[in-house]
Antibody, heavy 125, light 108 residues
Framework: EVQLVESGGGLAQPGGSLRLACAAS????????MNWVRQAPGKGLEWISYISSSGTAIYYAESVKGRFTISRDDAQNSLYLQMDSLGADDTAIYFC??????????????????WGIGTTVTVSS | IQMTQSPSSLSASIGDRVTITCRASQNIRKYLNWYQQKPGKAPKLLIYAASTLQSGVPSRFSGNGSGTDFTLTITTLQPEDFATYHC???????????FGGGSKVEIK
């Protein structure tokens, strides 16, 4: 079964750090682009970071740039998110998400097809 | 790119036809995905490329549109369809994609 399982969430102090991990199984992890997407309480989804299958291309949303670091370990089939300088606005459920795509009308379209169950991060003093 | 969904919530009955709209702030051709999210669960991909149904998704779901205006339609609403629906553009770079604010379908 294709599965993503996040861990590492919890309570952090403002200005503190947390490291999230995502364990992948049921597919060849090294072949896939991966993302982190978060959802603040009662809010919509927000993409925050992307890493290519090779690990050479990395992108961040402006809201986390300079504070969060995405990485992957293909030998461990794992994705990580190092979160530093946390603030109250970072309180959210964090989802690990696989990105892939498909062909429609001769064009290739990207989408997020496998999502983890999420891990909750609460930033509060 | 900004993505705007409407309505943000709606009430409907079993068997109703429901339509949700997603508008992009610029032309995104057909680079539009729809996801369904139930309370406490992760989102699930329903439709990509604006109108292509993901494998296993019931045919009562359909997507339409291109450019800036898109719709998700559920014909004959079923009990398991009460959820929040999110649109997402996959046109822009960086390759994350902006989501709409979500549309919650509730039981009338």
């Amino acid at each position: 079964e294709v599965q993503l399982v996040e861990s590492g969430g919890g309570l952090a102090q403002p200005g503190g750090s947390l490291r999230l991990a995502c364990a992948a199984s049921g597919f060849t992890f090294k072949n896939y682009e991966m993302n982190w997407v978060r959802q603040a309480p009662g809010k919509g989804l927000e993409w925050i970071s992307y890493i290519s299958s090779s690990g050479t291309a990395i992108y961040y949303a402006e809201s986390v740039k300079g504070r969060f670091t995405i990485s992957r370990d293909d030998a461990q089939n794992s994705l990580y998110l190092q979160m530093d300088s946390l603030g109250a606005d970072d309180t959210a459920i964090y989802f690990c998400v696989r990105r892939t795509g498909g062909i429609s009308d001769y064009y290739y379209y990207f989408y997020m097809d496998v999502w983890g169950i999420g891990t909750t991060v609460t930033v509060s003093s | 790119i900004q993505m705007t969904q409407s309505p943000s919530s709606l009430s409907a009955s079993i068997g109703d036809r429901v339509t949700i709209t997603c508008r992009a702030s610029q032309n995104i051709r057909k680079y539009l995905n729809w996801y369904q999210q139930k309370p406490g669960k992760a989102p699930k991909l329903l439709i990509y490329a604006a109108s292509t149904l993901q494998s296993g998704v019931p045919s009562r779901f359909s997507g339409n549109g291109s450019g800036t205006d898109f719709t998700l339609t559920i014909t004959t609403l079923q009990p398991e369809d009460f959820a929040t629906y999110h649109c997402q553009e996959s046109y822009s770079s960086p390759p994350g994609g902006t989501f709409g604010g979500g549309s919650k379908v509730e039981i009338k």
